[in-house]
């Protein structure tokens, strides 16, 4: 049997309460701690209380994506 270890990623605003209703809907969100992208393989909205995965992706190994603001030495102005 395999064991799947996980962690709960907080909503848009920061929270762990069951997720409101979502249409059409862009959101941004921060994974806990120092994660990153490369640390993870999948993320999955699952619900705790009936167990079900209502969607999931997998998070390619070869992602070509920026680090996020305030992960760098690099400074961000205004022009």
Not at 13 to 18: D, F, M
Request: aromatic share 8%; proline share 9%; hydrophobic share 40%.
């Amino acid at each position: 049997m395999r064991m799947i270890i996980g962690f709960q990623v907080p909503n848009e605003i920061g929270s762990l309460e069951p997720l409101r209703g979502y249409q059409g809907e862009d959101i941004e969100l921060q994974l806990p701690g120092n994660l990153t992208a490369f640390d993870i393989d999948w993320l999955a909205v699952w619900c705790v209380q009936y167990r079900h995965n209502f969607g999931h992706v997998v998070i390619p190994k070869d992602l070509d994506v920026p680090p996020a603001l305030g992960q760098t030495k690099i400074a961000v102005s205004d022009p």
